[in-house]
């Protein structure tokens, strides 16, 4: 089981990236899918989340109507596109999965994820 993040890099504010989650090992189906980040100093928080058996998704409030979380079933790959980028955004992104059967809910701590990638770096420029 291994998920892989890319599309991290550099952007200027009020530019864009949208950043990959791709599985492998398993599929996405009945799993809870969850972007968190982690700046320097910082704790882990999460940004989105997916439940991909409704298609309900939550973002943090200060990343809502500018990240959207999507998924492509065909590539077993989950999405972060993040729009209107500002400099309090640069962090490590991770993506996390959680089986759904095990009580998963949208406030569901970094720490109760079974399963994650290595991260990828995202830094914004003023």
């Known amino acids: 089981v291994q998920l892989v993040e890319s599309g991290g890099g550099l952007v200027q504010a009020g530019g864009s990236l949208r950043l990959s989650c791709a599985a492998s090992?398993?599929?996405?189906?009945?799993?809870?899918i969850a972007w968190f980040r982690q700046a320097p100093g910082r704790q882990r928080e999460g940004v989105a989340c997916?439940?991909?058996?409704?298609?309900?998704?939550d973002y943090l409030f200060t990343v809502k109507g500018r990240f959207t979380i999507s998924i492509d079933n065909s590539k077993n790959t989950v999405y972060l596109h993040m729009n209107s980028l500002i400099p309090e955004d640069t962090a490590v992104y991770y993506c996390g999965a959680e089986p759904l059967s095990a009580g998963w809910y949208s406030g569901r701590p970094w720490y109760e994820y079974d399963y994650w990638g290595q991260g990828t770096q995202v830094t914004v420029s003023s």
């Open positions: 090992g398993f599929t996405f189906d009945g799993y809870a």
């Open positions: 997916l439940d991909t058996d409704t298609g309900d998704t």
